[in-house]
């Protein structure tokens, strides 16, 4: 387990928005602009932390999250979901696949870099 | 339709049969040819006058009435005064000049009213005719012609059922035809039914007659009671064209006893003259009577048959157009459902699509206004950066409002529902709107002391309340009151108060209707899209409770809330 958080976002602007807040904390980030980069980078990075958007084309967040959680070395990577669909179903299907938290978009950068700290100290 | 009561005719009917009654009353001679005459002059003046008092659409078959009866008058005259009348005599004349008159003013009665067009009409007067005719050959006019003497004695004599013949077609079309039950169409009938009577008893029992007979009181009520029909105002409707055309197969009971009466005359008559002693039995007279009232029974039977088949015709083809009506109205629905589809869709993805860039505005935005930034910004591009900071959020909850009704409108609103406590969230949402409240000097109270426990959706129920608690700070002026009250009385009951602008009694009605927006929301231009008190009702509405609008006694709103309280409790 390494100190790196993984943020994957198909969306530049918000993947620089999301490295640059939790750069300001203290985080070493990994960044990935597609599925399978993230689950690629993951595999290298063991991550603490991944901030996972759902809405990838490809491999979208949930199918990164399912191969994160069927891979035992990744088993202490604590994973964040991040979502424009505000549905209560899509939520449950997040937490069902084994999501730790879930942030809807719009979001508060300092409200993400909060949860992703939780998640990072709680992270064994 | 028309009322009974006419005075001209109450006078006519009253003065008629006190003349009747002191005919006979008088001696015979002189005395009664004078009433006789008067009586008939009389009728005919009564006539022509009321065809000018009345004026009738149709005046000529009036003046033909009284023409009629003028002759019928002159021709009585003239006999009275002849000792003793040859046959043929000059009051024959004017006896079978009257006739043609009279017939043909009902036949224009008949033409004027419609009746014409109608064949199943004409078919039955048709049929009562051929029994008439049949009547008359046998009793009155095969005996004249078969009791002898010079033709023109047998020919005036024969004239005279002829011409009843002809008077009782007119009468005929005109029965089965007209307008019933006016007064003014029954009075007629009636007095030509007399006049027919009276030549009747006259025809079968010529040698017999003698002037001042009872028999002449048929001839004296037909004249009184033809000038009472004429002075009735209801003489009018029956020369107007009917309006509305009676149903094709209309069958009264007194229509089809005249028809049965009529059908039944040949074999009785057979009978009556088979039973009578030496009655003359002319089989070929028969045959033509049955002959002719068959073809006419068949014309009237291929009638019926024909409105039937129109009638099943016209019921296929309203059925079928009923049938194309329906599919396309189907297809017409199915087309809106998959527009309502489609629109939902769009209203999906677009609010979906708008709250990516929106996390990136409102993100950087924060970014931007952290204090914790190395190079602090100077208060001016702070303040315009607040303003964006602001604008971003509204535009983000109109999203998020559309993005809900969007789904609202396509299927039911799923709860999550956990037991929740509602003064815990009055407080919350009191405090989250806090901010807001203290920029505009507004004081947010919030009236509460015990918990009230429900079941319902924590997100949906904060959503309800932000949207309460948010308008009323909204339209509330600086330096006002909102209050929140949690109490519970068999429900619980959340009431937001404020010191705001609020609404008329009749703008209480409809605040809940989608895109509403009162006067004073929109004169004040207070921004909004009338979609919050719509999802504040929907929310209601999902968990079983009902919402209401009131206005307050000198200005501000009061919405009241009641749920179901959690069931333990309840």
Not at chain 1, 74 to 92: F, I, M, Y
Not at chain 2, 34 to 48: F, K, L, N, R
Not at chain 2, 186 to 212: A, F, H, K, M, Q
Request: net charge negative; charged share 25%; proline share 5%.
């Amino acid at each position: 387990m390494t100190e790196v958080v993984l943020v994957a976002d198909d969306d530049d602007d918000i993947l620089l928005l999301v490295t640059t807040r939790l750069k300001r904390d203290g985080f070493e980030i990994v960044s990935a602009r597609n599925g399978a980069e993230a689950l690629e980078l993951a595999r290298r990075h063991t991550p603490r932390v991944a901030v996972l958007d759902v809405g990838m084309p490809g491999m979208d967040g949930l199918e990164v999250l399912a191969a994160i959680r069927a891979d035992e070395a990744l088993a202490g990577t604590r994973v964040l979901l991040l979502t424009a669909k505000a549905q209560e179903s899509d939520v449950r299907r997040g937490f069902d696949t084994g999501a730790d938290a879930y942030v809807k978009k719009p979001f508060s950068p300092a409200e993400l870099a909060g949860r992703v700290r939780e998640l990072y100290d709680g992270a064994l | 339709m028309g009322s009974w009561r006419s005075r001209p005719t109450e006078l006519c009917l009253a003065a008629g049969f006190l003349a009747t009654a002191v005919y006979f009353a008088v001696p015979r001679g002189n005395p009664q040819s004078v009433i006789y005459d008067v009586v008939g002059a009389g009728s005919a003046v009564a006539i022509a006058y009321a065809a000018v008092l009345r004026r009738p659409s149709r005046k000529l078959p009036w003046l033909l009435f009284a023409f009629g009866n003028l002759f019928f008058a002159v021709a009585d005259m003239i006999f009275s005064v002849l000792v003793d009348p040859p046959v043929p005599s000059v009051a024959d004349v004017f006896y079978l000049l009257g006739y043609p008159l009279v017939a043909a003013g009902l036949v224009l009665l008949l033409l004027a009213g419609g009746g014409v067009r109608r064949l199943g009409a004409l078919v039955d007067a048709g049929i009562l005719v051929c029994a008439f005719v049949l009547l008359q050959w046998v009793f009155v006019l095969d005996p004249i012609v078969d009791g002898g003497g010079s033709t023109a004695e047998v020919a005036v004599s024969a004239a005279y059922p002829i011409m009843d013949i002809v008077l009782l077609a007119g009468l005929a079309g005109f029965f089965v035809s007209a307008a019933w039950r006016t007064p003014a169409f029954l009075l007629l009938v009636s007095s030509v039914v007399l006049l027919l009577v009276g030549d009747e008893i006259y025809g079968i029992t010529p040698d017999s007659y003698r002037s001042g007979d009872w028999v002449d009181v048929t001839w004296l009520l037909s004249y009184v009671i033809w000038a009472a029909a004429a002075l009735h105002p209801s003489m009018r409707e029956l020369s107007e064209p009917r309006r509305r055309p009676q149903p094709r197969l209309r069958v009264s009971p007194a229509r089809l006893g005249v028809l049965l009466a009529a059908l039944l005359t040949p074999p009785v008559v057979l009978l009556v003259q088979d039973v009578r002693p030496s009655a003359p039995i002319e089989i070929p007279a028969y045959v033509a009577a049955m002959i002719a009232i068959s073809v006419f029974v068949l014309l009237r039977l291929v009638g019926i048959l024909r409105a039937l088949e129109s009638i099943r015709l016209r019921e296929r083809a309203a059925r079928a157009d009923a049938e194309q009506a329906q599919r396309l109205l189907s297809a017409q629905n199915e087309r809106l459902v998959e527009a309502d589809r489609l629109k939902d869709e769009f209203v999906a993805l677009i609010s979906h699509d708008l709250r990516t860039p929106l996390t990136s505005i409102m993100g950087y935005i924060e970014l931007s206004l952290d204090d914790e930034l190395d190079a602090p910004l100077d208060p001016e591009r702070r303040s315009y950066l607040e303003v964006v900071s602001r604008s971003s959020g509204r535009l983000l909850r109109l999203v998020d409002d559309l993005l809900f009704v969007a789904r609202l409108q396509s299927g039911r609103l799923d709860l999550t529902r956990s037991r929740l406590d509602l003064m815990e969230i009055a407080r919350q949402s009191a405090e989250e709107v806090r901010a807001r409240a203290e920029a505009k000097a507004i004081e947010v109270v919030v009236d509460a002391d015990e918990p009230v426990p429900i079941e319902g959706d924590r997100g949906r129920l904060f959503q309800l309340l932000d949207n309460l608690v948010s308008n009323a700070v909204k339209f509330t002026p600086d330096g006002g009151r909102v209050e929140l009250r949690v109490s519970r009385d068999g429900e619980a009951i959340l009431e937001v108060c404020d010191t705001g602008v609020g609404f008329t009694e009749e703008e209480a009605a409809r605040v809940f209707e989608r895109f509403y927006r009162t006067e004073a929301a929109v004169e004040r231009q207070i921004p909004g899209t009338g979609l919050g008190l719509f999802i504040a009702h929907a929310i209601t509405a999902a968990h079983g409770g009902q919402i209401s609008a009131h206005p307050r006694e000198g200005g501000g709103a009061l919405f009241r809330i009641r749920l179901p309280l959690a069931e333990s409790t309840a």
